[in-house]
């Protein structure tokens, strides 16, 4: 089955500055790739997600590249704000299958 | 519009209950998934319906777990005979049918004690 690894598992960053987790996937058939913001709490919130018949996807302070010669895919957000505090998550599937294999989380703290 | 429900937010059970949990998807959404989150981890798949049937019960870690969905919409995860190991957050997420994105409830922390 699909295995997905997450890095770093936790990020540290001052406000303003620029924050990027990575991920990669070992099922060459996964073809859509979320990413997941969970607050204390809650449930997973979906932020961004891309398919694999595009390499880049952006919507506003983030974005997403997806390298499937790879097998990896990063997810980069500009301009942190201390609301961006939260834990990370990337995920994928395949769209046969729908069911989401999850990385381990990356948890996020952007300093005032 | 309102998103994804699941009742109740806590639940405290002894060691060797029986629990139900309920998620309510988003009105129009035929698929609607089960997930359970560990402290520290990320969510684990656990089943999927689409309709009334599970389309995919492979993530089910064992015959105690057992979940429905009789009329297509509201679904109830049983687990039988709970056990400690059973602590954890249970996630629902629902989708519609043609759509990857799937968007999750606020979850059930269940704590066996």
């Known amino acids: 089955g699909e295995n997905v690894e997450q890095h770093p598992s936790t990020l540290s960053v001052q406000e303003g500055d620029s924050a990027v987790i990575k991920c990669t996937y070992s099922?060459?058939?996964?073809?859509?790739f979320p990413w997941y913001k969970q607050e204390l709490g809650k449930g997973p919130q979906l932020i961004i997600d891309i398919r694999s018949n595009v390499g880049e996807k952006k919507d506003q302070r983030i974005a997403v590249t997806l390298n499937k010669t790879a097998k990896h895919f990063s997810l980069h957000i500009t301009e942190t704000q201390p609301e961006d505090s939260a834990v990370y998550f990337c995920?994928?599937?395949?769209?046969?299958?729908?069911?989401?294999?999850f990385g381990s989380g990356t948890r996020l703290q952007v300093q005032p | 519009g309102a998103g994804v429900s699941q009742t109740p937010s806590n639940k405290v059970t002894e060691k060797g209950k029986y629990v139900e949990l309920r998620c309510d998807p988003i009105s129009g959404h035929t698929a609607l998934y089960w997930y359970r989150q560990s402290l520290g981890q990320g969510p684990e798949f656990l089943i999927y319906f689409q309709g009334t049937g599970a389309a995919d019960d492979s993530g089910l870690p064992n015959d105690r777990f057992f979940a429905v969905r009789p009329e297509g919409s509201v679904s109830t995860l049983k687990i039988q005979r709970t056990e400690r190991g059973d602590s954890a957050v249970y996630l629902c997420?629902?989708?519609?049918?043609?759509?990857?994105?799937?968007?999750f409830g606020p979850g059930t922390r269940l704590t066996v004690t």
């Open positions: 995920a994928a599937c395949y769209t046969g299958r729908r069911a989401l294999t």
């Open positions: 997420a629902s989708s519609l049918k043609v759509r990857d994105e799937q968007y």
């Open positions: 099922d060459s058939a996964s073809n859509y």
